[in-house]
C-alpha cells in the first residue's frame, strides 16, 4: 500500500472478486430466505382467512418477530441453529413474515364478496375460488407485500455476516471496524441498489396489466427460486480447522491480512460478529477464532491464546483519547482520567471482563467494585459544572472503562456525565470524537496507527515492535493531524490475539501460530 | 319443478326464513318480493346451497338438493346477481365460459355456445375480449346473465339482478328479458324488492315478511284478493299502475263493445295478450284515437275507444273485488 488515496473505484476493482461474492451470497441469502417466507407465509396467510380466529395470533406473533431486534434474533440462532447460512435464513425469513401473511390476508379478505359468491354459486370448489379466483385478484396486494419483504430482506441481510453467513455485511462491518470508507461503500452501495432494483423490478411485476397476472404469478416462484440458488455458487474450500474472524480483523494488516502475508496461514475463514465468535468457538462451530487478548470469555469458554511468534500483533495499550477543546473546557478532566493510568494490568482486566461476560454483572457494578477495591472511589458530588460525554465502543470492556471514568468524575469533581456507549466501531466512535459529538473515549494505541492514522507499512513496520514507541508516534499524530491528546495508558495491553479451545490446542500440541500453521499444512 | 317444503334458516336467535313452503312449476317466473330483511335473498341463496338452511327440504325435478354435491348442484343452476359479480380478471368471453370450463366442454362447443348467447343479448363479438369494467352497467349485467345462462341450466335463480341499473336501462333490459326466448324454457326463482319489477316479469309472486310468506299467488290475486292489510299496504303507492299493468286485453274482452261505427278515426292495433298499460302507452305514443284488437282464440274483432276501455278496466275491478 502507498501513500496514494485509494479511491472507491479502485477499492471495488482491487476486491472485485469480493464483491462479486459477497452480491452474490447477498442475493442468494435474500431470495432463499424470501422464497421460503413466501411457501410459509402464503399458506399461512390463506389458513386464516379461512380461520379468522386465527387471524390475530398469527398476525401478532409475526408482528412481534418483527419488532425483535435484528442482532438479537441472530444472537438466539446460534445455540439452536449454529452459525453460518442456516440460522441467517431462518431469521431473515422471520421478518420477511409479516409483511407477506398480512398482505396475502388483506388481499383475500379484500376480493369483492359477490365475486367470490358468484364464483361460488357457478358451482367452483373452495380450491377453485382460491386459485382462479381469490389469489389472481388478491394477488397485487401480495405482490406488494413480497415487496416490502424484499426490500427489508435486502437490508438485515447485511447483518448476516455477523454470524458468518456472508453477504454485502462484510464489507460494511468490516469498514465500520477499520475506518475504512471505501470498504463501507462497497458494501452499502451495492445493497442499497439490490435494495432499490428488486424493488422496482417487483413494482414492475405488481403493475403488471391484469390480463398477464397468470403469467406473472407462475414466473414469481421460478424467479425466486433461480435467484435462491446464488447462494450456493460460491463454495468454501475446505481445511482441517474452521476459522471465523471478524470483519474487523480480516481487513488489517495486523490481522488476517498479517496472518496470510507473515505466516502463509491458509485456512477456512468465515467472518462472523465479535459478539457471538466466542460462543461459536465454545460449542466447536469455530476452531480458531480471533479475539482480544483480555477478553473475558477467553477464561469463561475455556480457550487458550497462541502465541504470536511472529509479532504481526501490535502493541494495543488502552488509554483515554480526549479533544483538545474538552481538556481546555474541563480543567480538571485530564487529572481525574489519569487517575487510571498504570492501574489496570492484563490479567485485572481479564477478571473484570470475565465479570460482566461470563458471571453477567453489569458494567457499573464491576467498575464501582473495581473503584473500591482499588481505593479509588468517591461518592458522586452531583454537581452540574458542564456536562462531559463519555464515549465507548460496542464491548464489554470499553463499557466498564466508561463507567469507571464516569464514576471518577462524579465523584471527583462537580462535572456532570453522560455516557455515549456501545458506538459500533472504532470509525462510529472516533468521527464522534472529531465531530464533537463525545469528549473522550478509550482507544488502542495500535489501533489509532492501524485504523485512524494508517501510516505506510515501513512505518507500522518500525513502530509495533516496541510498544512506546507506537504510543510516542499516535499522540504525536493525533495531537498534529486532530488536536486529540492521547492521556497515559491505562496499562494493560488489548492486543489481538488467535486463540483456540484449550483441549483442542493441547490435543493437536499447537501453542504458537506457526503450530497452527504446520498443523495445518500438514496432509 | 321446485318445490320448498318447511325451509327455515336461524341466524343466532334471529329466523331469517321461518318455515316456508312454496312451488314452482316448470317454466314459470316466481318473484320473491319483500322489503330488505324480510329473508327472500336467504330463501334464494339456499335453494343453490350458498345458505345452507336450518331445516326443510328442497327437491328441483323430484330430486332433493341435499343428497347431491353443492358443486353439481351449482353447475346446473343459473345464477344472476345483483353486482353482476363478474370475474374482473377475466373477459367477458372468459367470465361467460366459466360454467363450460368447469364441465369441461371443448373449446368449439363453448366458443359457439357464447358466439349464439351474445347474439341474443345484443352484444356484438368485439365485447368477447373486453374486460368487464369496461362496459356499462346495462352490458355487464347482459353479460351476467349469459354466463348464468350458458350451460342452459333448467332453473334460473336471480338475485335483485336489475337493483343496480337507472331506470331507463332497467326498462330496457326487463322488455329484452320477457323477449328472450331461451328465458321461456327456463324455471326462475327472482328476488326484488321492486314492485312493479315483480308485476311486470312474475307470473307468480310470493311476498315476504319478516321470514314468512304473506301471500303467495299471481299479480292480479294480489291486487284484487289480498290476503290482509300488509299486502293491501305494500301495494298501495303504485296501485293503479299496477292495475293498469296487470289487466290484459283478453280478461277484458268480455267487457268491451265493439264500436267500429260510431268513433270514426285512425287507430293502432293493439295485442290481445298485451296489459292495459302497454296499449295505452302506445295508443299516446302514436296519437290513436280509436283501438283495434282481435281475439285470437275466436279471431272477432273489436275497435274501441278509450272511453270504453277506460270504463271496461273499472267494471273488471269491481268484479273482482266482488268474486
Known sequence: MNEHQQTLWEFMQQQSDKLLTQTLQHIGLTFVSLFIAVLVGLPLGIFITRKKQFSGAVLGVAGVLQTVPSIALLGFMIPL???????????????????????????????????????????????????????????????????TATVITVGVATLASYIAAGGLGEFIFGGISLNNTNMILAGAIPAALLAILFDFLLSRLQKINIKKLKTASATLPLLLLLLSSFYLLPSAYGSKLKAGFTPEF???????????????????????????????????????????????????????????????????????????????????????????????????????????????????????????????????????????????????????????????????????????????????????????????????????????????????????HSKDETYNYVQREFETKYNIKWLKPIGFNNAYALMMRKAQAKNFGIKTISDLKRFLDKK | MIKVKHLSKNFGKVKAVDHISFEVKEHENLILLGTSGCGKTTTLKMINRLIEPSGGEIFIGGKNIFEQSPEILRRGIGYVLQNNGLFPHYTVAENIAVVPQLLKWDKKRTEKRVDELLEKLHLTKDYLHVYPNELSGGQQQRIGLARALVADPAVLLMDEPFGALDNVTRSKIHAEFKALDELKRKTIIMVTHDVQ???????????MDKGKIIQDGTPAELLFKPKNDFVKEFLKEQRLLLEFKTITVKSIWHLLSNEEKTEPGPGILANYNDDLWRVLERATFSNAKRLHMMNLENKEVKTVTFETLTAAFYKYKKQQAHE
Request: proline share 4%.
Open chain 1, 81 to 147: 441453529l449454529g452459525i453460518g447460512a442456516k440460522p441467517a435464513i431462518v431469521a431473515l425469513l422471520l421478518y420477511a413474515l409479516l409483511p407477506i401473511i398480512r398482505n396475502t390476508f388483506t388481499g383475500i379478505t379484500g376480493v369483492d364478496a359477490a365475486v367470490k359468491e358468484a364464483a361460488t354459486a357457478m358451482g367452483m370448489s373452495k380450491w377453485q375460488v382460491l386459485f382462479k379466483v381469490e389469489l389472481p385478484l388478491a394477488m397485487p396486494v401480495i405482490f406488494a407485500g413480497i415487496r
Open chain 1, 250 to 464: 480480516m481487513g488489517r494488516q495486523d490481522g488476517n491480512l498479517g496472518l496470510i502475508s507473515k505466516y502463509e496461514l491458509k485456512i477456512q475463514t468465515l467472518v462472523i460478529n465479535d459478539a457471538v465468535m466466542y460462543k461459536a468457538a465454545y460449542e466447536k462451530q469455530l476452531d480458531v477464532i480471533s479475539g482480544y487478548s483480555t477478553d473475558g470469555r477467553l477464561k469463561a469458554y475455556d480457550l487458550v491464546v497462541l502465541d504470536d511468534d511472529k509479532k504481526i500483533f501490535p502493541p494495543y495499550y488502552a488509554a483515554p483519547i480526549v479533544r483538545e477543546s474538552s481538556l481546555k473546557k474541563f480543567a480538571l478532566l485530564e487529572k481525574i482520567l489519569n487517575l487510571l493510568a498504570d492501574k489496570i494490568n492484563d490479567s485485572t482486566m481479564t477478571a473484570l471482563n470475565y465479570k460482566t461476560d461470563y458471571l453477567h454483572q453489569s458494567p457499573e457494578q464491576v467498575a464501582k467494585d473495581f473503584l473500591v477495591a482499588s481505593k479509588l472511589w468517591k461518592p458522586a458530588r452531583n454537581g452540574n459544572d458542564g456536562t462531559v460525554r463519555i464515549g465507548s465502543k460496542i464491548f464489554g470492556e470499553q463499557y466498564i472503562l466508561a463507567s469507571i471514568y464516569s464514576m471518577l468524575i462524579k465523584g471527583y469533581t462537580d462535572y456532570d456525565v453522560s455516557t455515549k456507549t456501545g458506538l459500533g466501531g472504532t470509525k462510529i466512535c472516533f468521527d464522534a470524537l472529531t465531530n464533537n459529538q463525545i469528549d473522550f473515549y478509550p482507544e488502542y494505541t495500535g489501533t489509532g496507527l492501524l485504523a485512524i492514522l494508517q501510516p505506510s507499512h515501513k512505518v507500522v513496520d518500525s513502530l509495533t
Open chain 2, 197 to 207: 319489477e315483480a308485476f311486470e316479469l312474475g307470473d307468480h309472486i310470493c311476498l
